[in-house]
């Protein structure tokens, strides 16, 4: 059977990238230098919320921006995408915005978070995603052990009537013509809790 092909998706489109290098100075002018260590944290999570907190931080630093109310309004308006390879900051908006902070880096007015310097700043194209069909057919055997699994995370019996109207109620839209079988039920069941 022929799967129809899904169009194309833009992702992140109104993006900029801003590339950035340590601080130069002393170690102990850093950012951070003199302060403990966090508590050790699973890596994606720790570069996550790290790449927030300097987002956070361009933020507040630019913010002080008083006498440009347009890049402090860009600023304000921009959020968070992403923190990629430990040095660059991933920010999304609206085009006026954008456009606002590309002056403000040619103009050498935008502020680096504490910490760092920009090493460049510059657009990113949109990311382009192939969303991938599902199928419309759910194999019997997978269906049972979502519900078994769902039922037992809620604590409750796990019997052929209970399963028959979990099964009902899950999948309302299918109606009661494709349930199983008593037979099938149980053959099924005894096939999957084989080693």
């Known amino acids: 059977a022929s799967e129809k092909m899904e169009k194309f998706l833009q992702i992140a489109p109104h993006s900029l990238a801003i590339v950035l290098g340590p601080a130069e100075g002393p170690p102990g002018e850093r950012s951070g230098a003199a302060q403990p260590a966090p508590p050790a944290q699973p890596r994606q999570l720790a570069r996550h ?7 956070a931080d361009f933020k507040a630093e630019n913010m002080q921006h008083f006498w440009n109310k347009k890049v402090t309004a860009a600023v304000a308006e921009t959020f968070f995408l ?8 991933l920010i999304q908006g609206k085009e006026e915005h954008l456009e606002a902070l590309r002056e403000g880096w040619t103009r050498r007015a935008l502020r680096p ?3 760092f310097h ?4 510059g657009d990113v194209s949109p990311i382009s995603m192939s969303p991938i ?5 759910i194999p019997l055997g997978e269906i049972l052990c979502l519900a078994i699994s769902a039922m037992n995370s809620a604590r409750k019996p796990v019997t052929q009537e209970a399963l028959m109207e979990h099964l009902t109620t899950c999948f309302p839209a299918l109606g009661r013509a494709w349930l199983p079988t008593r037979q099938a039920l149980l053959k099924v069941t005894v096939v999957r809790t084989l080693p």
Do not use: T
């Open 118 to 121: 920009i090493r460049c700043l």
């Open 49 to 55: 919320h790290i790449g927030y907190e300097i987002f």
């Open 113 to 115: 978070p504490s910490g």
């Open 133 to 137: 069909s599902q199928s419309q057919f």
């Open 82 to 89: 992403g923190w990629i390879d430990e040095q660059v900051l």
